[in-house]
């Protein structure tokens, strides 16, 4: 198990970027797959972006592809999302999830992951 902690969230203008970073503590990290959700409230947690293992293989939602790009540093235990051209409706809470997996299995689903951040609030102003 390990402890997922966001920080970068917080208020930009639509067109506009932010990077939201993922610390994550415990000596299992290096066999997780990790993962951005967001959750807009009264809707369900939605799948925003994961990354593999040793980060070779990056899958994204429709939504955010060519805009957001998911990235990890293992040596200082980080994984990061990077996103651009920010439109209103990613104004969300963003979640940093994990899971141990496989080499070869990279997850999306939000019912296989194990580990989750406390989430980190963006929003994105028309």
């Known amino acids: 198990q390990v402890q997922l902690v966001e920080s970068g969230g917080g208020l930009v203008q639509a067109g506009g970027s932010l990077r939201l970073s993922c610390v994550a503590s415990?000596?299992?990290?290096?066999?997780?797959?990790m993962a951005w959700f967001r959750q807009v409230p009264g809707l369900e947690r939605e799948f925003v972006a994961s990354?593999?293992?040793?980060?070779?293989?990056?899958y994204y939602a429709d939504s955010v592809k060519g805009r957001f790009t998911i990235s990890r540093d293992n040596a200082k235990n980080t994984v990061s999302l990077q996103m651009n051209s920010l439109k209103p409706d990613d104004t969300a809470v963003y979640y940093c999830?994990?899971?141990?997996?496989?080499?070869?299995?990279?997850?999306?689903?939000?019912?296989?992951?194990?580990?989750w951040g406390q989430g980190t609030q963006v929003t994105v102003s028309s």
């Open positions: 990354i593999s293992r040793g980060g070779g293989t990056t």
């Open positions: 999830a994990g899971k141990s997996t496989i080499l070869s299995y990279t997850p999306r689903q939000e019912s296989e992951f194990t580990d």
């Open positions: 415990g000596r299992a990290w290096s066999r997780y797959s």
